[in-house]
Every structure is written in C-alpha cells, then in structure tokens.
C-alpha cells in the first residue's frame, strides 16, 4: 500500500480520495475549502495543512484540480522541493501541451509525470467506476496502474505524456458534435409529427444510434434517469463541456487542424453557458435547437 498525497478535494478528487483510503492506501489531502477537507476527513482522508507538506515523503503526488494553471501554481514549490515524491498523477483535465511542460519539469528533478483525465463524472468518482486515461512512460503505468484501479473501472495507457489529455478532448469533441446532432434530428422529428418513442425504438437500433441517445437522452420518458428525464440535473454540466471543447479547440489550433464541426459545437455551449445555463447538462443543448 501506498502512502498518496491527494490535492484537490472537490466533486471529483473527494470520491477518488476516499476511494484511494478504502483500497487500504494513506492518504494525506488538501483543499482550499474547508467543507471539502471536512468531508474527505469523514471518508477517512488525513488533512494536512497544506499542498507542499502533505506532498512530503508520498510515494504519489495526485491532483484534481480545475485548471492547468492551477495544477502549475499547486506543484512548482512540490517538485522544487528536496526529496519531492517519486511520481506526479494529474487526474485533472487540462491541455496537452501544459501535461507535457509540467512532465518535463518532474522529469528535471528525476522524478516522473502522468497525465491521467478521467471520464465518468461525479457519480463515476464516488463508487470508483472511471475510466482513466494515460499519458506516460509504460513503465510509470504500470507502477500506479493498481493505484488508478482503486478509483475507476478502466485504466488505458494511451501512450507518451500529453496522450491522456489528447484523447479526452478528441473524446469530449465527438460527444458534444453528437449531442448537438441528437438534438437537431430529435426536435426535427418533433416538427415532422414523430413522437419520442418511435425516434427511440428505431433509432437506438440503426446506424444514428450514440450514448447521448441511449443513456444521455435530452428528453423525457425514453431513458428514466436521463437528463431530459430529471430537468437537466447532471450528469456533466455543460461548463464542463465548453472547458473541455475550449481545450480541443487550442489543441486543434496548435496542430492546425481544421475542426469545423468541434468550432460550431464551441460557439453553440458558449451561447448556452452565456445564457445562464453552465449548471445544467450538456444535454439542454436542445432548448437552444427548438428556440430556433
Ligand atoms: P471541483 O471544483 O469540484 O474541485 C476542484 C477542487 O480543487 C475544489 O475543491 C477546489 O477548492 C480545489 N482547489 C482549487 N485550488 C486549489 C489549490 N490551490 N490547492 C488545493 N485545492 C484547490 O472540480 P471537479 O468537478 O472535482 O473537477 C476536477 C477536475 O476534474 C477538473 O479538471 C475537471 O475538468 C475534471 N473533470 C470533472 C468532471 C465532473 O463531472 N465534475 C468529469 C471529468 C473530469
């Protein structure tokens, strides 16, 4: 067992963390906000009094952060620090190219970086169902792979640093097109005279079938517990999304990739995040669809 510095205790890092101290690891946290240390001591997480000293003598440094900036800023006094810990987990979701500058400054001081976002939302973090994805040495891998396996069901190693992040965006890309594409023929088919469930049955088994239809349905009676079954609650809060598509779109234009279809689906979460709306799942995309 482990003894693992957890920095980041909010909706995500407090389930991780408390996952981390029932597969029997130490785990030392520390948040900024108090009532997120004050739960994640109930689920047995010991609080330090601060990042840089909770990070002394772990053999892993993990954090769940909101930003890359903010990954930056927590770990430059850590890895500065003598005898810093061995391994860096980020499980936070950033751009690749700031996974890539932070490995390289772990790797100055010898010590190693992965970069490992992960999907499955809060819900996922709680009862340690998320699917991580991997960026890093394949021998670094395989050393916290046990360690990600106490907090998710899958574990992919996607190759060098930076690829973690590189295939969440690519992922989240293609889930906004696809909800935005959902929507579009649902309120159609609305328009057309055709009810819900007749869409549901024939599409759910044809070519135009997705998961934004099957499990994130954005309309009512079709899918129970959907977000278009429960006013939006999510799920994954179309905040989220636009940060994520933010992040595929930088990502595009380091590469100069021409992502059309990535660039509307950003203008079209911006437009709803404007709104009001960034607390809602992605899936009320399609009020903005029928408002048109
Ligand atoms: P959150 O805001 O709930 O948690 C982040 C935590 O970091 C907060 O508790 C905050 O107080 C803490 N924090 C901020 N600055 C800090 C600092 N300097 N030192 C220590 N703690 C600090 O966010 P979240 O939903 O848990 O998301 C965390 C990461 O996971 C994000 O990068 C997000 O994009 C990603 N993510 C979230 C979801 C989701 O559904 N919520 C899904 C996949 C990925």
Partial sequence: MSTIAFIGLGNMGGGMAANLVKAGHTVRGFDVVEEA???????????????EEAAQGADIVITSLPNGGLVKQVLEPIIA??????????????AV??????????????????DAPVSGGMAGAANGTLAFMVGGEKEDFDKVKPVLEAMGKSVTHCGQTGNGQAVKACNNMILAI??????????????LGLDHQAFYDVVSNATGNSWSLTVNAPVPDIVPG????????????????????????????????????????????TKLVDEGHGGLDFGAIINDVRAT
């Fill in 37 to 51: 240390c004050e739960r994640a001591a109930d689920n047995g997480v010991e609080i330090i009094a601060s990042a």
């Fill in 97 to 114: 190219s700031e996974a890539r500058e932070l490995a390289d400054a772990v790797s100055a001081v010898g010590s190693r970086f992965l």
């Fill in 81 to 94: 620090a003598e005898d810093t810990a061995p391994i860096f987990v980020d499980v936070s979701t950033i």
């Fill in 178 to 191: 696809q909800q935005i594409a959902l929507s579009e023929a649902l309120v159609l088919g609305e328009r």
């Fill in 226 to 269: 959907s977000p278009g079954d429960n006013d939006f609650k999510p799920g994954f809060a179309a905040a989220l999304m636009l940060k994520d598509l933010k992040l595929a779109m930088a990502a595009a234009e380091e590469t100069k990739t021409d992502t059309v279809l990535g660039k509307i689906a950003t203008q079209q979460y």
